[in-house]
Each structure stands twice: as structure tokens, then as C-alpha cells.
């Protein structure tokens, strides 16, 4: 009732505004709140007051209209506006963290390849030095001249070595040697012995004369050039003196176990056999 009562005294209000362009009535009518009216209401008043009235309603009306559309447009550009700031804001705060998870494992790999770069540095470094060492040591070791031998004799680490083909006594066996600058072949080695055995053809007995013998006092055995046997490669059992055997020879047969260390026996100076000599290598340069 109060609603009704307070419009009625509105439109008083507006028609005398139309009528007697009063302005009291304006003031009046502004200094009271906006009342919404009713369609039907509406209709009623402006189909009796005529235009202008149907004017000013639907001027307010559209006003109306207008003012809500601009509110549910402000209101979903917050809206929106709030969602996108969430959005950015979520997608800032995640992507550094998406961004270290992609770079550690390529920080690692990398770290991982650059101690394997320096590990394998250092061992370059380090073979290299030892190149250099071995370099230094080739250059400050004197380089010994070529050596040769002449016809008929092998070369074996700085000797030639002879080995006949017919046979003679222990002493003139080694008369020989003398003649053509060497002796009877002395054997320190394994090396050495495996050297001339391999070089001795293989038969039922072949026996070659080397320069031992202990002809001064039984069993100490001297070499050629004075000095005493230590060690040797005796046959086991040997040396035996079975009949008053003062000479060591070396024997290869067809047994194809027999091995070059264990080849040595005894037997008598005056027995012919052929022989084996040995002389120092000569130098090419001199």
C-alpha cells in the first residue's frame, strides 16, 4: 500500500512537471527513492496520462535494463579476470619448479660427462708422460751398431754359432773353434739352449760336442773359458762318469719327449762327434 501510494504522488509529481513546468514538483519527486513498478501498473498509468508518460516509463525502464546489463558484465569480468590471475598465477608458481625438474637431469648428464672428460685427460696426460720417459730412455741409451755373421754361423743375442757336419774329439773339436776365432759353445741360459737344440736335426742318437768338461777334478765341471758350471742342463741321471766320461755333449733323437733343458750327458773326450762353436758377434761398423 505504501509502494502504491508513494507512485500515485510520483505521477502527481510528473504531471504537473508536463502541465505547469513547475520545478518544485521535480525536487520533490527526486528527493524520494526510485520505486519499481509493474508492468501492469505501468500500463494503466500511461494509458491514462498519454505519451509522454508511456515515454518516461520506457526510457526508465530501458535505463533500467542498461544498468543490470552493465552490472552482470562487470560482474563476469571480475569473475573472469579473478580466474585468469589464478591461472597465471598458478602456471608462474609451476612452471619454475616443471623447469628445474627438466634442467637437474641435464645438469647431472652433464656433470657426469665432464668427470669423464677429466678422468680421461689425466690418463692421457698420464700415458703420455711415460711415453716421454720411455723416449728419454731410448734416446740416452747408446744404440749398438748392426751385427753379422759370416757364412755358416747363426746369430743368437750378440754370438754366432757353428754347427758342424762331421765329427771330431772334444780337444779337436775346440782346436777348431779357436781357428776360426771362437771355442766350444758355452750355455748359460735356457734361452741359449732351446736356441741350439732347435737348430740340431733330429735322429737315433745325434750327439754334438759343447765346451764343458771336469777332465782336471772329477765331477767339477769347467767351461771353456775357465769359469765352473753352476746349475746346467743335465738328462736326469746325468752326468754319470760310466766309463771315465769327462766331456758333455747334447743329444736330440726321434723321442718327440725328450725337451731341450734336460739334454746334457757325458761322455769320453776321445769319442768323434760332431761340435757346436761360438764367437762373438762382429759389428758392421768396424
Not at 5 to 32: F, P, T
Not at 105 to 133: F, G, H, W, Y
Not at 160 to 182: L, M, P, T
Request: glycine residues 6%.
Amino acid at each position: 500500500m505504501s509502494t502504491e501510494a508513494g507512485s500515485l504522488s510520483c505521477e502527481g509529481m510528473y504531471s504537473k512537471l508536463i502541465d505547469d513546468s513547475g520545478v518544485q514538483g521535480e525536487e520533490a519527486c527526486n528527493a524520494r527513492p526510485p520505486v519499481f513498478v509493474s508492468p501492469s501498473t505501468a500500463g494503466k498509468r500511461l494509458a491514462h496520462h498519454g505519451p509522454y508518460r508511456v515515454a518516461t516509463a520506457c526510457l526508465s525502464a530501458f535505463c533500467l535494463i542498461l544498468l543490470l546489463v552493465l552490472v552482470a558484465i562487470s560482474v563476469h569480468n571480475k569473475s573472469s579476470a579473478a580466474v585468469g590471475m589464478g591461472q597465471n598465477s598458478q602456471n608462474s608458481s609451476s612452471s619454475p619448479s616443471i623447469q628445474m625438474q627438466k634442467a637437474c637431469p641435464n645438469v647431472t648428464s652433464l656433470i657426469a660427462e665432464q668427470n669423464r672428460l677429466e678422468k680421461k685427460n689425466m690418463e692421457l696426460v698420464e700415458e703420455i708422460d711415460q711415453l716421454k720417459a720411455k723416449i728419454e730412455k731410448l734416446e740416452a741409451t747408446p744404440t749398438p751398431p748392426p751385427v753379422q755373421c759370416t757364412e755358416d754361423w747363426l746369430y743368437f743375442n750378440g754370438s754366432c754359432y757353428f754347427i758342424s757336419v762331421f765329427g771330431r774329439s772334444w780337444r779337436d773339436s775346440q782346436k777348431y773353434c779357436k781357428e776360426k776365432g771362437g771355442h766350444l759353445a758355452i750355455i748359460h741360459t735356457a734361452e741359449e739352449q732351446t736356441f741350439l737344440w732347435n737348430l740340431l736335426p733330429r735322429g737315433h742318437w745325434n750327439s754334438y760336442w759343447f765346451g764343458i768338461s771336469d777332465e782336471k777334478l772329477e765331477g767339477d765341471w769347467y767351461w771353456v773359458d775357465g769359469t765352473k758350471l753352476v746349475g746346467g742342463f743335465w738328462e736326469d741321471g746325468e752326468p754319470n762318469n760310466h766309463i771315465n766320461e769327462d766331456c758333455g755333449y747334447i743329444v736330440k733323437t726321434e723321442v718327440l719327449s725328450r725337451v731341450a733343458t734336460k739334454s746334457w750327458y757325458d761322455a769320453p773326450c776321445y769319442m768323434s762327434l760332431p761340435w757346436i762353436c761360438e764367437k762373438k758377434a762382429e759389428s758392421t761398423s768396424s
